[in-house]
Protein backbone atom coordinates (compact mmCIF):
# COMPACT_ATOMS: atom_id res chain seq x y z
CA UNK A 1 0.00 0.00 0.00
CA UNK A 2 1.26 3.67 -0.80
CA UNK A 3 0.29 4.53 2.71
CA UNK A 4 2.94 1.70 3.81
CA UNK A 5 5.31 2.88 1.60
CA UNK A 6 5.12 6.54 2.63
CA UNK A 7 5.35 5.68 6.45
CA UNK A 8 9.04 3.23 5.24
CA UNK A 9 10.35 6.38 3.46
CA UNK A 10 10.10 8.39 6.37
CA UNK A 11 10.77 7.09 8.98
CA UNK A 12 14.68 6.55 7.56
CA UNK A 13 14.00 10.68 8.35
CA UNK A 14 13.68 9.32 12.24
CA UNK A 15 15.86 6.91 12.49
CA UNK A 16 16.13 4.36 15.65
CA UNK A 17 19.04 4.18 16.81
CA UNK A 18 19.93 0.65 17.16
CA UNK A 19 19.29 -1.17 20.79
CA UNK A 20 17.75 1.48 22.76
CA UNK A 21 14.59 0.55 24.52
CA UNK A 22 12.37 3.65 26.42
CA UNK A 23 9.05 2.28 28.42
CA UNK A 24 5.99 4.08 28.12
CA UNK A 25 5.73 5.05 31.55
CA UNK A 26 3.51 7.60 33.77
CA UNK A 27 2.71 10.12 31.71
CA UNK A 28 4.53 8.93 28.50
CA UNK A 29 7.95 8.71 27.31
CA UNK A 30 10.36 10.91 29.06
CA UNK A 31 14.49 11.26 28.79
CA UNK A 32 17.21 13.17 27.13
CA UNK A 33 15.54 15.16 24.14
CA UNK A 34 18.53 13.66 22.11
CA UNK A 35 16.84 9.99 22.48
CA UNK A 36 13.54 10.79 21.10
CA UNK A 37 13.38 11.77 17.81
CA UNK A 38 11.98 8.05 16.30
CA UNK A 39 10.07 7.83 19.29
CA UNK A 40 7.60 11.52 18.13
CA UNK A 41 7.81 10.25 14.68
CA UNK A 42 6.40 6.90 15.84
CA UNK A 43 3.72 8.62 18.28
CA UNK A 44 2.72 10.44 15.42
CA UNK A 45 2.34 7.62 13.87
CA UNK A 46 0.12 5.43 16.55
CA UNK A 47 -1.88 8.62 17.44
CA UNK A 48 -3.02 8.41 13.63
CA UNK A 49 -4.19 4.85 14.32
CA UNK A 50 -6.17 5.43 17.56
CA UNK A 51 -7.72 8.39 16.08
CA UNK A 52 -9.15 5.93 13.31
CA UNK A 53 -9.62 3.64 15.92
CA UNK A 54 -12.05 5.88 17.49
CA UNK A 55 -13.50 7.92 14.69
CA UNK A 56 -12.61 10.83 16.62
CA UNK A 57 -9.37 13.53 17.35
CA UNK A 58 -5.90 12.33 19.08
CA UNK A 59 -4.11 14.84 20.99
CA UNK A 60 -0.08 14.71 21.66
CA UNK A 61 1.78 17.26 23.65
CA UNK A 62 5.20 16.95 23.57
CA UNK A 63 6.48 18.08 26.67
CA UNK A 64 8.73 16.21 29.82
CA UNK A 65 6.81 18.84 32.43
CA UNK A 66 9.00 18.99 35.56
CA UNK A 67 12.01 17.02 34.30
CA UNK A 68 15.21 18.87 33.53
CA UNK A 69 15.47 21.43 30.39
CA UNK A 70 17.38 18.79 28.23
CA UNK A 71 15.12 16.04 29.03
CA UNK A 72 11.80 15.94 26.74
CA UNK A 73 9.00 13.80 26.43
CA UNK A 74 5.11 13.18 24.66
CA UNK A 75 2.13 12.17 26.49
CA UNK A 76 -1.03 11.09 24.25
CA UNK A 77 -4.23 12.49 24.78
CA UNK A 78 -7.47 10.02 24.58
CA UNK A 79 -10.72 11.27 22.93
CA UNK A 80 -12.64 12.59 26.18
CA UNK A 81 -8.98 14.57 26.98
CA UNK A 82 -8.09 11.67 29.33
CA UNK A 83 -4.73 9.37 28.93
CA UNK A 84 -4.92 6.38 26.89
CA UNK A 85 -5.61 3.31 27.71
CA UNK A 86 -3.06 0.55 29.37
CA UNK A 87 -3.58 -1.52 26.17
CA UNK A 88 -2.68 1.40 23.97
CA UNK A 89 0.09 2.69 26.39
CA UNK A 90 1.51 -1.11 25.11
CA UNK A 91 1.39 -0.75 21.81
CA UNK A 92 2.96 2.88 22.28
CA UNK A 93 5.96 1.09 23.94
CA UNK A 94 5.65 -1.88 21.28
CA UNK A 95 6.28 0.90 18.33
CA UNK A 96 8.52 2.91 20.05
CA UNK A 97 11.37 0.16 20.36
CA UNK A 98 10.73 -1.66 17.07
CA UNK A 99 14.23 -1.46 15.13
CA UNK A 100 14.07 0.23 12.00
CA UNK A 101 13.51 -2.90 9.26
CA UNK A 102 10.62 -3.83 11.75
CA UNK A 103 8.59 -1.10 12.30
CA UNK A 104 5.62 -1.90 9.27
CA UNK A 105 5.35 -4.99 10.99
CA UNK A 106 4.64 -3.78 14.40
CA UNK A 107 2.53 -1.43 12.98
CA UNK A 108 0.83 -3.46 10.55
CA UNK A 109 0.06 -6.19 13.60
CA UNK A 110 -1.66 -3.15 15.97
CA UNK A 111 -3.80 -2.88 12.74
CA UNK A 112 -4.50 -5.94 13.22
CA UNK A 113 -5.46 -6.19 16.42
CA UNK A 114 -7.23 -3.67 16.85
CA UNK A 115 -9.05 -4.24 13.52
CA UNK A 116 -8.67 -0.97 12.44
CA UNK A 117 -10.02 0.48 9.15
CA UNK A 118 -7.14 2.52 7.08
CA UNK A 119 -9.70 4.13 4.80
CA UNK A 120 -11.46 6.27 7.95
CA UNK A 121 -10.47 9.48 8.39
CA UNK A 122 -7.89 10.57 11.23
CA UNK A 123 -7.13 13.84 12.99
CA UNK A 124 -4.29 14.90 15.40
CA UNK A 125 -3.83 17.95 17.68
CA UNK A 126 -0.18 18.71 18.54
CA UNK A 127 1.31 20.63 21.25
CA UNK A 128 4.54 21.92 22.55
CA UNK A 129 6.15 22.89 25.39
CA UNK A 130 8.74 26.01 25.90
CA UNK A 131 11.99 23.54 25.78
CA UNK A 132 14.57 24.06 23.02
CA UNK A 133 13.96 20.50 21.43
CA UNK A 134 10.23 20.69 21.38
CA UNK A 135 10.36 22.64 18.04
CA UNK A 136 11.88 19.87 15.72
CA UNK A 137 10.30 16.88 18.26
CA UNK A 138 6.54 18.18 17.26
CA UNK A 139 7.92 18.57 13.89
CA UNK A 140 8.78 14.60 13.82
CA UNK A 141 5.00 13.60 15.37
CA UNK A 142 3.29 16.12 12.22
CA UNK A 143 5.71 14.13 10.00
CA UNK A 144 4.47 10.83 11.63
CA UNK A 145 0.43 11.74 11.26
CA UNK A 146 0.92 13.07 7.86
CA UNK A 147 3.03 10.10 6.34
CA UNK A 148 -0.25 8.07 7.68
CA UNK A 149 -2.25 10.23 5.75
CA UNK A 150 -3.57 11.97 9.44
CA UNK A 151 -5.30 15.56 9.58
CA UNK A 152 -2.89 18.11 11.68
CA UNK A 153 -3.84 21.13 13.68
CA UNK A 154 -0.53 22.44 14.93
CA UNK A 155 -1.74 24.39 18.12
CA UNK A 156 2.08 25.34 18.73
CA UNK A 157 3.35 26.54 22.18
CA UNK A 158 0.21 25.30 24.81
CA UNK A 159 0.39 24.06 28.02
CA UNK A 160 -0.48 20.35 28.29
CA UNK A 161 -4.11 21.07 30.17
CA UNK A 162 -4.60 23.06 27.39
CA UNK A 163 -4.32 20.82 24.97
CA UNK A 164 -6.49 17.99 26.87
CA UNK A 165 -8.94 20.68 26.37
CA UNK A 166 -8.94 21.35 22.85
CA UNK A 167 -9.41 17.64 22.25
CA UNK A 168 -12.52 17.26 24.54
CA UNK A 169 -13.71 20.40 23.12
CA UNK A 170 -13.44 18.75 19.44
CA UNK A 171 -14.97 15.32 20.26
CA UNK A 172 -17.86 16.98 21.87
CA UNK A 173 -18.86 18.68 19.38
CA UNK A 174 -18.25 22.59 21.40
CA UNK A 175 -20.17 21.40 24.01
CA UNK A 176 -17.51 21.65 26.28
CA UNK A 177 -16.35 24.68 24.86
CA UNK A 178 -14.38 26.13 21.63
CA UNK A 179 -11.19 24.52 20.99
CA UNK A 180 -9.24 27.55 20.68
CA UNK A 181 -7.13 28.94 23.08
CA UNK A 182 -8.91 32.04 23.59
CA UNK A 183 -12.04 29.79 24.22
CA UNK A 184 -10.49 28.39 26.87
CA UNK A 185 -9.33 31.94 28.59
CA UNK A 186 -13.18 33.19 27.57
CA UNK A 187 -14.44 29.43 29.17
CA UNK A 188 -12.50 30.19 32.41
CA UNK A 189 -12.39 33.82 33.14
CA UNK A 190 -16.25 34.07 32.44
CA UNK A 191 -16.52 31.40 35.33
CA UNK A 192 -14.26 32.95 37.18
CA UNK A 193 -15.44 36.61 37.20
CA UNK A 194 -18.72 35.16 37.73
CA UNK A 195 -18.06 33.45 41.34
CA UNK A 196 -15.93 36.44 42.44
CA UNK A 197 -18.68 38.61 42.03
CA UNK A 198 -19.86 36.68 45.05
CA UNK A 199 -17.00 37.81 46.93
CA UNK A 200 -17.64 41.58 48.37
CA UNK A 201 -15.46 44.44 48.46
CA UNK A 202 -12.27 42.52 48.28
CA UNK A 203 -9.21 44.85 48.51
CA UNK A 204 -6.40 44.73 45.90
CA UNK A 205 -4.19 42.73 48.49
CA UNK A 206 -6.58 40.34 48.72
CA UNK A 207 -6.48 39.99 44.60
CA UNK A 208 -2.72 39.88 44.64
CA UNK A 209 -1.37 36.42 43.88
CA UNK A 210 2.82 35.78 43.38
CA UNK A 211 2.59 33.63 40.73
CA UNK A 212 6.18 31.32 39.98
CA UNK A 213 5.80 30.23 36.26
CA UNK A 214 8.79 27.63 36.85
CA UNK A 215 10.57 29.70 33.15
CA UNK A 216 8.25 27.95 30.93
CA UNK A 217 4.28 27.62 28.78
CA UNK A 218 2.49 28.30 32.12
CA UNK A 219 4.16 31.36 32.62
CA UNK A 220 3.29 32.59 28.43
CA UNK A 221 -0.15 31.43 29.41
CA UNK A 222 -0.30 33.29 33.00
CA UNK A 223 0.43 36.44 30.61
CA UNK A 224 -2.06 35.52 27.68
CA UNK A 225 -4.61 34.86 29.98
CA UNK A 226 -3.95 38.05 32.78
CA UNK A 227 -6.56 40.45 30.58
CA UNK A 228 -9.58 38.39 30.75
CA UNK A 229 -9.26 38.59 34.22
CA UNK A 230 -10.04 41.83 34.04
CA UNK A 231 -8.05 42.53 37.40
CA UNK A 232 -10.21 40.41 39.43
CA UNK A 233 -7.24 38.73 39.87
CA UNK A 234 -3.33 41.30 40.21
CA UNK A 235 -1.08 38.51 39.51
CA UNK A 236 2.78 39.35 40.13
CA UNK A 237 4.62 36.91 38.05
CA UNK A 238 8.13 35.65 38.26
CA UNK A 239 10.44 33.19 36.81
CA UNK A 240 8.89 33.90 33.52
CA UNK A 241 11.21 32.82 31.07
CA UNK A 242 12.51 35.48 30.31
CA UNK A 243 16.16 35.04 31.95
CA UNK A 244 15.85 31.63 34.16
CA UNK A 245 16.11 27.92 32.69
CA UNK A 246 12.89 25.85 33.19
CA UNK A 247 12.08 24.52 36.28
CA UNK A 248 15.57 25.29 37.51
CA UNK A 249 15.34 26.21 41.16
CA UNK A 250 12.04 26.96 40.72
CA UNK A 251 8.46 25.48 40.20
CA UNK A 252 6.19 23.74 41.64
CA UNK A 253 8.28 20.24 41.64
CA UNK A 254 10.86 22.36 43.17
CA UNK A 255 9.07 23.95 45.70
CA UNK A 256 7.14 20.40 46.93
CA UNK A 257 10.52 18.51 47.16
CA UNK A 258 12.93 21.17 48.67
CA UNK A 259 10.18 22.82 50.81
CA UNK A 260 11.33 26.33 49.60
CA UNK A 261 10.39 29.38 47.81
CA UNK A 262 11.73 29.54 44.15
CA UNK A 263 14.99 31.93 43.58
CA UNK A 264 13.73 35.23 42.43
CA UNK A 265 10.63 35.63 43.98
CA UNK A 266 9.74 38.32 47.03
CA UNK A 267 7.06 37.09 49.25
CA UNK A 268 5.82 39.64 51.96
CA UNK A 269 4.23 37.71 55.50
CA UNK A 270 1.76 35.62 54.90
CA UNK A 271 1.41 37.00 51.22
CA UNK A 272 -0.51 33.65 48.93
CA UNK A 273 2.11 32.19 46.46
CA UNK A 274 1.79 29.75 43.75
CA UNK A 275 4.61 27.65 41.39
CA UNK A 276 3.38 26.17 38.62
CA UNK A 277 5.42 23.02 36.99
CA UNK A 278 6.86 22.90 33.38
CA UNK A 279 4.03 22.54 31.63
CA UNK A 280 1.05 24.00 33.85
CA UNK A 281 -0.61 20.80 34.93
CA UNK A 282 -0.04 21.32 38.49
CA UNK A 283 0.29 23.73 41.38
CA UNK A 284 1.14 24.28 44.59
CA UNK A 285 0.62 27.15 47.18
CA UNK A 286 2.65 28.53 50.26
CA UNK A 287 3.68 31.72 52.39
CA UNK A 288 5.83 32.64 54.68
CA UNK A 289 4.27 33.48 58.40
CA UNK A 290 5.72 36.27 60.44
CA UNK A 291 8.55 34.20 61.96
CA UNK A 292 9.88 33.59 58.57
CA UNK A 293 8.77 29.90 58.45
CA UNK A 294 7.77 28.18 55.14
CA UNK A 295 4.42 26.90 55.10
CA UNK A 296 3.57 24.91 51.78
CA UNK A 297 0.16 23.94 50.96
CA UNK A 298 0.23 20.81 48.24
CA UNK A 299 -2.33 18.97 46.53
CA UNK A 300 -3.36 17.38 49.62
CA UNK A 301 -4.41 20.78 51.06
CA UNK A 302 -5.28 21.92 47.52
CA UNK A 303 -7.91 18.45 47.85
CA UNK A 304 -9.24 19.22 51.55
CA UNK A 305 -9.93 23.25 50.44
CA UNK A 306 -12.09 21.96 47.47
CA UNK A 307 -13.76 19.46 49.41
CA UNK A 308 -15.15 21.45 51.84
CA UNK A 309 -16.02 24.19 49.65
CA UNK A 310 -18.05 21.66 47.52
CA UNK A 311 -19.36 19.74 50.52
CA UNK A 312 -20.57 23.01 51.98
CA UNK A 313 -22.33 24.18 49.03
CA UNK A 314 -23.96 20.53 48.77
CA UNK A 315 -25.53 20.41 52.11
CA UNK A 316 -27.51 23.00 51.26
CA UNK A 317 -29.69 20.24 49.12
CA UNK A 318 -29.28 17.46 50.90
CA UNK A 319 -33.16 16.93 51.71
CA UNK A 320 -33.12 16.40 47.54
CA UNK A 321 -30.67 14.18 45.97
CA UNK A 322 -29.43 10.79 46.80
CA UNK A 323 -25.74 11.41 45.81
CA UNK A 324 -25.17 14.10 48.37
CA UNK A 325 -26.11 12.03 51.04
CA UNK A 326 -22.94 10.32 51.02
CA UNK A 327 -20.54 10.70 53.02
CA UNK A 328 -16.59 11.87 51.50
CA UNK A 329 -14.77 8.66 50.70
CA UNK A 330 -11.51 8.41 50.84
CA UNK A 331 -9.49 6.47 48.35
CA UNK A 332 -5.16 5.60 47.31
CA UNK A 333 -4.06 4.66 44.12
CA UNK A 334 -0.85 4.12 43.41
CA UNK A 335 0.66 7.66 42.03
CA UNK A 336 -0.20 8.85 38.48
CA UNK A 337 -3.15 10.84 37.59
CA UNK A 338 -4.35 8.32 35.25
CA UNK A 339 -4.59 5.81 37.99
CA UNK A 340 -6.24 8.92 39.97
CA UNK A 341 -8.87 10.10 37.18
CA UNK A 342 -9.98 6.24 36.60
CA UNK A 343 -10.80 6.16 40.36
CA UNK A 344 -12.26 9.71 40.64
CA UNK A 345 -14.69 8.50 37.61
CA UNK A 346 -16.33 5.71 40.34
CA UNK A 347 -17.80 8.85 42.19
CA UNK A 348 -20.70 11.22 41.38
CA UNK A 349 -18.06 13.92 42.48
CA UNK A 350 -14.45 13.25 42.64
CA UNK A 351 -11.41 14.95 44.01
CA UNK A 352 -8.49 13.78 43.12
CA UNK A 353 -5.11 15.34 43.83
CA UNK A 354 -1.70 13.95 44.02
CA UNK A 355 0.39 15.61 46.33
CA UNK A 356 2.62 16.95 44.00
CA UNK A 357 -0.03 19.13 42.86
CA UNK A 358 -1.60 17.10 39.84
CA UNK A 359 -4.73 17.28 40.30
CA UNK A 360 -8.99 18.56 39.01
CA UNK A 361 -12.46 17.37 40.22
CA UNK A 362 -14.90 15.05 38.43
CA UNK A 363 -18.68 15.89 38.10
CA UNK A 364 -20.39 12.45 36.85
CA UNK A 365 -22.92 13.54 34.13
CA UNK A 366 -25.81 12.41 36.18
CA UNK A 367 -24.42 15.12 39.13
CA UNK A 368 -24.35 17.62 36.25
CA UNK A 369 -27.57 16.89 34.91
CA UNK A 370 -29.36 17.47 38.81
CA UNK A 371 -27.21 20.26 39.23
CA UNK A 372 -28.67 21.80 36.09
CA UNK A 373 -32.15 20.81 36.73
CA UNK A 374 -31.63 22.75 40.52
CA UNK A 375 -30.81 25.58 38.53
CA UNK A 376 -34.16 25.49 37.53
CA UNK A 377 -35.86 25.05 40.12
CA UNK A 378 -38.72 27.30 41.05
CA UNK A 379 -39.12 26.56 44.49
CA UNK A 380 -35.68 27.50 45.26
CA UNK A 381 -35.16 30.18 48.13
CA UNK A 382 -32.32 32.47 47.94
CA UNK A 383 -29.94 30.36 49.41
CA UNK A 384 -30.31 27.67 47.76
CA UNK A 385 -30.21 29.90 44.35
CA UNK A 386 -26.92 31.45 45.16
CA UNK A 387 -25.42 28.19 45.84
CA UNK A 388 -26.66 26.43 42.79
CA UNK A 389 -25.06 29.25 40.53
CA UNK A 390 -21.54 28.91 42.75
CA UNK A 391 -21.84 25.06 41.76
CA UNK A 392 -22.46 25.68 38.21
CA UNK A 393 -19.77 28.32 37.25
CA UNK A 394 -17.05 26.46 39.49
CA UNK A 395 -17.93 23.48 37.14
CA UNK A 396 -17.27 25.52 34.24
CA UNK A 397 -13.95 26.78 36.09
CA UNK A 398 -12.77 23.53 36.49
CA UNK A 399 -10.69 21.69 33.53
CA UNK A 400 -12.49 18.16 34.12
CA UNK A 401 -9.71 16.42 31.43
CA UNK A 402 -6.75 16.48 33.53
CA UNK A 403 -5.11 18.30 36.44
CA UNK A 404 -4.55 22.63 35.33
CA UNK A 405 -2.43 24.66 37.09
CA UNK A 406 -4.08 28.07 35.81
CA UNK A 407 -8.02 26.21 36.52
CA UNK A 408 -6.99 25.00 39.72
CA UNK A 409 -5.50 28.60 40.67
CA UNK A 410 -8.47 30.37 39.52
CA UNK A 411 -10.85 27.85 41.45
CA UNK A 412 -8.49 28.01 44.53
CA UNK A 413 -8.59 31.97 44.66
CA UNK A 414 -11.96 31.91 44.09
CA UNK A 415 -13.11 29.83 46.94
CA UNK A 416 -10.69 31.03 49.31
CA UNK A 417 -12.17 34.96 47.76
CA UNK A 418 -15.98 33.77 48.40
CA UNK A 419 -15.51 31.79 51.86
CA UNK A 420 -13.08 35.20 53.26
CA UNK A 421 -10.11 32.79 54.06
CA UNK A 422 -6.29 34.04 53.92
CA UNK A 423 -4.10 31.20 53.30
CA UNK A 424 -3.41 31.23 57.16
CA UNK A 425 -6.63 30.02 57.42
CA UNK A 426 -6.77 27.26 54.64
CA UNK A 427 -3.37 26.01 55.99
CA UNK A 428 -5.18 25.45 59.64
CA UNK A 429 -7.61 23.19 58.07
CA UNK A 430 -5.40 20.39 59.30
CA UNK A 431 -1.58 20.37 60.26
CA UNK A 432 0.70 18.39 57.94
CA UNK A 433 3.13 15.50 59.75
CA UNK A 434 6.71 17.00 58.70
CA UNK A 435 7.65 14.97 56.14
CA UNK A 436 10.79 14.51 53.66
CA UNK A 437 11.22 13.16 50.09
CA UNK A 438 14.29 11.94 48.51
CA UNK A 439 15.58 10.19 45.38
CA UNK A 440 17.98 7.36 45.22
CA UNK A 441 19.59 6.41 42.46
CA UNK A 442 20.00 2.73 41.61
CA UNK A 443 21.37 0.68 38.70
CA UNK A 444 17.71 -0.88 37.75
CA UNK A 445 14.51 0.56 39.41
CA UNK A 446 12.34 -1.85 38.46
CA UNK A 447 14.52 -4.28 40.87
CA UNK A 448 11.75 -2.67 42.80
CA UNK A 449 8.10 -3.87 43.26
CA UNK A 450 5.87 -2.75 45.63
CA UNK A 451 1.85 -3.15 46.36
CA UNK A 452 -1.18 -1.61 48.19
CA UNK A 453 -1.23 1.49 46.37
CA UNK A 454 2.89 1.53 46.40
CA UNK A 455 2.44 1.47 50.32
CA UNK A 456 4.87 -1.35 50.50
CA UNK A 457 7.49 -2.65 48.81
CA UNK A 458 7.81 -6.40 47.94
CA UNK A 459 11.08 -6.48 46.13
CA UNK A 460 13.68 -6.53 46.86
CA UNK A 461 13.91 -9.19 49.68
CA UNK A 462 14.02 -7.63 52.89
CA UNK A 463 13.47 -3.92 52.39
CA UNK A 464 9.74 -3.79 53.79
CA UNK A 465 10.91 -5.37 56.99
CA UNK A 466 13.98 -3.06 57.22
CA UNK A 467 11.74 0.23 56.69
CA UNK A 468 9.23 -1.12 59.35
CA UNK A 469 11.58 -1.72 62.01
CA UNK A 470 13.06 2.13 60.88
CA UNK A 471 9.67 3.23 61.04
CA UNK A 472 9.40 1.98 64.75
CA UNK A 473 11.93 3.73 65.91
CA UNK A 474 10.22 7.11 65.33
CA UNK A 475 7.04 8.50 66.67
CA UNK A 476 3.58 8.91 64.15
CA UNK A 477 5.93 7.89 61.33
CA UNK A 478 5.97 6.46 58.28
CA UNK A 479 7.92 5.87 54.73
CA UNK A 480 7.79 4.54 51.70
CA UNK A 481 9.90 3.94 48.82
CA UNK A 482 8.66 3.38 44.90
CA UNK A 483 10.12 4.03 41.48
CA UNK A 484 9.84 7.03 39.43
CA UNK A 485 7.56 6.55 36.46
CA UNK A 486 9.48 9.86 34.52
CA UNK A 487 12.82 9.99 36.07
CA UNK A 488 15.53 7.36 36.41
CA UNK A 489 15.36 7.21 40.47
CA UNK A 490 14.19 5.49 43.44
CA UNK A 491 11.50 8.00 45.41
CA UNK A 492 11.70 7.79 49.07
CA UNK A 493 9.08 9.73 51.23
CA UNK A 494 8.94 10.00 55.23
CA UNK A 495 7.14 11.44 57.66
CA UNK A 496 7.47 12.05 61.61
CA UNK A 497 6.95 13.50 64.53
CA UNK A 498 9.80 16.52 64.35
CA UNK A 499 11.08 17.67 60.94
CA UNK A 500 14.47 15.81 62.10
CA UNK A 501 13.09 12.78 63.10
CA UNK A 502 11.29 12.79 59.37
CA UNK A 503 14.73 13.99 57.46
CA UNK A 504 16.56 11.04 59.62
CA UNK A 505 13.98 8.31 58.83
CA UNK A 506 14.25 9.32 54.92
CA UNK A 507 18.18 9.25 55.51
CA UNK A 508 17.89 5.85 56.96
CA UNK A 509 15.09 4.39 54.28
CA UNK A 510 17.23 5.84 51.30
CA UNK A 511 20.27 4.33 52.52
CA UNK A 512 18.43 0.71 53.06
CA UNK A 513 17.33 1.45 49.17
CA UNK A 514 21.18 2.08 48.45
CA UNK A 515 22.02 -0.76 50.29
CA UNK A 516 19.83 -3.54 48.74
CA UNK A 517 18.41 -2.54 45.91
CA UNK A 518 21.67 -1.48 44.18
CA UNK A 519 22.32 1.81 44.89
CA UNK A 520 24.85 3.18 42.55
CA UNK A 521 27.00 6.53 42.86
CA UNK A 522 27.32 8.28 46.05
CA UNK A 523 25.82 6.61 49.26
CA UNK A 524 23.33 9.24 50.42
CA UNK A 525 24.23 11.65 53.24
CA UNK A 526 22.66 12.43 56.36
CA UNK A 527 20.52 15.74 55.62
C1 LIG B 1 3.68 12.91 36.00
C2 LIG B 1 2.39 12.21 36.28
C3 LIG B 1 2.00 12.41 37.73
C4 LIG B 1 3.13 11.96 38.64
C5 LIG B 1 4.42 12.66 38.24
C6 LIG B 1 5.64 12.20 39.00
O1 LIG B 1 3.51 14.28 36.21
O2 LIG B 1 1.38 12.71 35.43
O3 LIG B 1 0.83 11.72 38.00
O4 LIG B 1 2.86 12.26 39.95
O5 LIG B 1 4.68 12.43 36.87
O6 LIG B 1 5.83 10.84 38.85
P1 LIG B 1 7.06 10.12 39.52
O7 LIG B 1 7.14 10.64 40.92
O8 LIG B 1 6.71 8.67 39.45
O9 LIG B 1 8.29 10.48 38.75
P2 LIG B 1 4.19 15.36 35.25
O10 LIG B 1 3.64 16.66 35.77
O11 LIG B 1 5.68 15.24 35.45
O12 LIG B 1 3.75 15.00 33.89
Known sequence: MAQFEEVSQKSKLHPKPEGLTLQYGTAGFRTHAKHLDHIMFRMGLLATLRSKKTKSTIGVMVTASHNPEEDNGVKLIDPMGEMVTAMWEGYATQLANAEQDSLLKELKDIIEKEDINMSEPASVYVGKDTRPSSASLSQAVLDGVSSLGGKTHDYGLVTTPQLHYMVCCCNT?????SPTVEGYYQKLSQAFLQLTQNALNRTDDQKR???????????????EMEPFLRSEMQVVLSNDGSSGKLNHMCGADYVKVQQKAPQGMNMGVGERCCSFDGDADRIVYYYTDSKGCFHLLDGDKIATLISTYLKELLLLFRHMFQFMLKLVTVCCTKTGVKHLHHAAQEYDIGVYFEANGHGTVLFSKAAQKQIQELVKD????????????????????????????????????????????SAQDWDAIYTDLPNRQLKVTVSDRRVIDTTDAERRAVSPEGLQDTIDSLVKKYKSARSFVR??????????YAEADTQESADSLAHEVSLAVYRLAGGIGDEPKPL
Do not use: F
Not at 209 to 223: F, P, S, T
Open 173 to 177: HGCYG
Open 209 to 223: LLVDGANGIGALKMR
Open 378 to 421: PNSNDERKRAVKLLESTINLINQTVGDAISDMLVIEAVLAIRGM
Open 483 to 492: PSGTEDVVRV
